[in-house]
């Protein structure tokens, strides 16, 4: 089982509203990033959060934005929902040492639908 | 901008064959690759990572690196029925193994 947590697991809102979505990253993982998954295709990096800072993102939107804490949650806040916006959000975590390459950890998702 | 190409499959094998999965991927200065596998409806896991030219064997598990044609392979012997899943390819944006672009993944169905 996969010790990075997300919630909620799927969630239905309408076009223009907005949204937070909650990861919960395994001790001691001090870099979190967030993609996008649309059906049928892979994962497209969002953004990446390294120790509380943003330090990495993708080709999204400023309605699209987030936060990482001290204690090892983060989450994506995204704003004015698009009917594209529709997709399988994925947490994924590790522990960056400037040096050693470790591969992420991923959440189980969370499925939002915009109508 | 980084890009990475998958054929979408599905790949179809027969159960204790070998099945073969191809990545291309645009940047000549990419030096380490991800292999991802993803079961329909759950999330992406690690399964093999590689950072030279070469092969890289674990278990039934090898990764291939070409550098200089720019393609990435992952082999898997013996395959089984649990291994039907969409297979990802990933290159970070550095050496740490950060900001994944990933290809659009390659559907393998395994069959009895």
């Known amino acids: 089982e996969t010790g990075v947590t997300q919630s909620p697991t799927h969630l239905i809102k309408t076009r223009g509203q907005q949204v937070t979505l909650r990861c919960s990253s395994q001790?001691?993982?001090?870099?979190v990033s967030w993609y996008q998954q649309a059906l049928g295709q892979g994962p497209q990096f969002i953004f990446q959060y390294y120790r509380e800072e943003e330090n990495g993102r993708g080709n999204f939107p400023p309605r699209f934005s987030g936060l990482q804490f001290p204690n090892y949650s983060s989450e994506l806040n995204v704003n004015a929902l698009e009917l594209d916006d529709s997709a399988l959000y994925l947490c994924?975590?590790?522990?960056?040492?400037?040096?050693?390459?470790?591969?992420?950890?991923f959440g189980s998702g969370t499925r939002l639908t915009v109508v | 901008q980084k890009e990475v190409e998958q054929n979408s499959g599905p790949l179809s094998v027969p159960e204790g064959a070998i099945a073969s999965l191809n990545c291309t991927y645009s940047?000549?200065?990419?030096?380490?690759f991800f292999w991802y596998r993803q079961y329909s409806g759950k999330s992406p896991e690690l399964i093999m990572s590689i950072y030279s030219n070469g092969d890289k064997e674990d278990g039934r598990f090898t990764a291939q690196l070409n550098k200089a044609s720019q393609y990435v392979s992952l082999l898997i012997r013996d395959s089984q029925p649990s291994d039907s899943a969409t297979y990802l390819c990933?290159?970070?944006?550095?050496?740490?193994?950060?900001?994944?672009?990933f290809g659009g993944g390659t559907r393998l169905m395994v069959k009895p």
């Open positions: 990933a290159d970070p944006a550095n050496n740490a193994g950060n900001m994944l672009t």
């Open positions: 994924a975590s590790k522990f960056d040492s400037g040096g050693a390459n470790y591969g992420y950890t």
């Open positions: 940047d000549r200065g990419s030096q380490s």
């Open positions: 001790s001691g993982h001090n870099t």
